[in-house]
């Protein structure tokens, strides 16, 4: 099962597994980016609860230190207004249905294509009809780019039956 990666916002799929706490009962899933910018600071959070790195987390995604903090307290109708974006914002990533249901075919597919797990029909097209022009063997001169249009055609077939196009 591929999930989205658990970094707010980040829409890559979550394929790399990165332990929340130091009994490693639970873990959370990054994509490659993100999976290395946690490992970075695993001795930073290793300490911390999950709570306590979800709060760590909005303070560096939203740039709110603990010193900043207390200058957006002075402004509190902003702060609560930041807040409740965030917690919404987090809210529907949270809900978001492709976090269960894309297949890792798809996903790997999707990939090959350079898109995001959310990619619309309309985007695999375009950036497919891009690609195949770029690697199409008649205009391409060596051999690899004919692989290339193999590998993204491939990819494309198998979202286009995805997608029951
Ligand atoms: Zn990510």
């Known amino acids: ?18 332990p929340k706490t130091r009994d490693l009962k639970e873990y959370w899933w990054f994509c490659k980016e993100h999976a290395a910018e946690y490992n970075k600071n695993w001795n930073y959070y290793a300490n911390m609860t999950p709570d306590e790195i979800d709060a760590e987390w909005e303070r560096e995604t939203f740039g709110i230190a603990d010193k900043d903090k207390d200058q957006a307290n002075k402004n509190e109708d902003d702060y609560v207004n930041f807040l409740n974006d965030f917690l919404s914002g987090r809210n529907t990533f949270d ?14 597919a999707l990939q090959t294509l350079d898109l995001p797990i959310t990619a619309t029909w309309r985007e695999i097209g375009s950036k497919y009809r891009s690609l195949a022009k770029k690697y199409h063997p008649d205009t391409a001169k060596d051999k690899s780019s004919a692989k290339e249009f193999m590998r993204i055609t491939t990819a494309y077939e198998t979202l286009k039956k995805h997608f029951k196009k």
């Open 1 to 18: 099962m591929i999930t989205k990666c658990d970094h707010p916002g980040c829409t890559k799929a979550g394929t790399c597994r990165a």
């Open 95 to 108: 809900k978001m249905p492709v976090k269960k249901s894309v297949p890792s075919t798809i996903v790997s």
